[in-house]
């Protein structure tokens, strides 16, 4: 699985339709931020404008803290983004923090640029120009601090390189930023839209950095890269900071019991975020494949054999559901 909700590989191989399926394969918010009733018709009829743009972009800069010295371009989700990162950076050693986000070593690949694996990014090669880290991590929710990266940041502003910090989870994790606290350092944030706010569909992401760069990642992407939709519904959700600090609140709740129903049944639960939980079974792909004949769907990934990635069921009933499926397969293998 290169990515989870592909639920319509699942039903080709276990039978039913999407809409019977438990889908938890995704690290998305369950409880998606509430379409507005009255989102104008010239958001679907007109080209997107450059004041939508500027609007959606002075929200973003609020809600993540971004400091006015540095650039901040919007695009059709952050894997647009992601995929523009070989092009805009100079040539040299890439060094990437993994286990992660399997995009990121394809990307770089695909540019010929033949990223080295880290297991940490306190350890990186001496040669190393660009470093590329998700965090929080996805799948394990592994957190380097601020502090941190920042002297790592500093370590490549001497080689005249540069950081990439992909905050897809930072969301769901305060204080992961470490957009508020950049000055001067050569460092590159990717922020996602969709996986906190729920609406992956939407396709909105962020790029912050020094400006010159960022300047050159939105002319890459060209004139109306965003929708019109997104840019409003975008600005809107941005801006709602008692939604976001209210659904925070709960997806804390809702991970917590996810996390007893996994230890309740013996799964011992090895990393995760607010959206997901990481949890590690030696027969965790029988686990997943079990599951699956019960329509539940789960992650699983072929270079950790032992974990399985579960995302929030969203609704008592649904962790209902995922438990007696759980406790059913677990009985199975």
């Known amino acids: 699985m290169l990515h989870g909700g592909d639920l319509p590989a699942a039903c080709e191989t276990y039978?039913?339709?999407p809409a019977g399926w438990l889908d938890l394969s995704t690290g998305i918010n369950p409880h998606a931020y509430p379409l507005p009733d009255n989102l104008p018709a010239e958001a679907w009829t007109r080209l997107p404008s450059q004041d939508a743009l500027d609007r959606l972009l002075s929200a973003a800069r609020a809600a993540y803290r971004v400091p006015p010295h540095l650039g901040l371009a919007a695009a059709p989700g952050t894997q647009a983004l992601i995929t523009l990162l070989p092009e805009l950076l100079p040539d040299g050693e890439v060094a990437l923090a993994a286990p992660t986000y399997g995009t990121h070593k394809m990307v770089w690949?695909?540019?010929?640029?033949?990223?080295?694996?880290?297991?940490?990014?306190?350890?990186?090669p001496a040669t190393a120009r660009i470093v590329?880290?998700?965090?929080?991590n996805n799948p394990d929710g592994r957190l380097v601090d601020g502090r941190s990266l920042l002297d790592i940041a500093q370590t490549l502003k001497t080689r005249n390189g540069t950081l990439i910090i992909d905050e897809a989870f930072a969301d769901v994790m305060p204080g992961a930023s470490l957009l508020p606290?950049?000055?001067?350092?050569?460092?590159?944030?990717?922020?996602s839209f969709g996986k906190f706010f729920g609406l992956a569909g939407l396709r909105l992401?962020?790029?912050?950095?020094?400006?010159?760069?960022?300047?050159?990642?939105?002319?890459?992407?060209?004139?109306?890269?965003?929708?019109?939709?997104a840019l409003d519904?975008?600005?809107?959700?941005?801006?709602?900071?008692?939604?976001?600090?209210r659904i925070a609140r709960q997806l804390s709740e809702e991970i917590g019991d996810l996390q007893i129903v996994l230890m309740e049944n013996g799964l011992g639960v090895v990393g995760g975020t607010p959206l997901f939980a990481l949890a590690s079974l030696r027969q965790a792909r029988a686990l997943h494949q079990a599951l699956a004949r019960r329509h539940v769907w789960t992650r699983v990934f072929d270079y950790a054999p032992t974990w399985i990635r579960i995302g929030l069921p969203g609704s008592k009933d649904n962790l209902d559901r995922f438990a007696d499926a759980l406790a059913e397969a677990m009985k199975e293998i």
């Open 15 to 17: 039978g039913g339709i």
């Open 109 to 124: 690949e695909r540019a010929g640029r033949c990223p080295v694996e880290v297991s940490s990014v306190y350890a990186l």
């Open 132 to 136: 590329v880290l998700v965090n929080p």
């Open 181 to 191: 606290n950049l000055k001067d350092e050569p460092v590159v944030v990717l922020r």
């Open 205 to 229: 992401g962020f790029m912050a950095g020094p400006s010159d760069l960022v300047r050159e990642a939105a002319v890459r992407l060209e004139s109306w890269a965003v929708s019109g939709p």
């Open 233 to 245: 519904i975008g600005r809107t959700a941005l801006a709602d900071l008692d939604w976001q600090s």
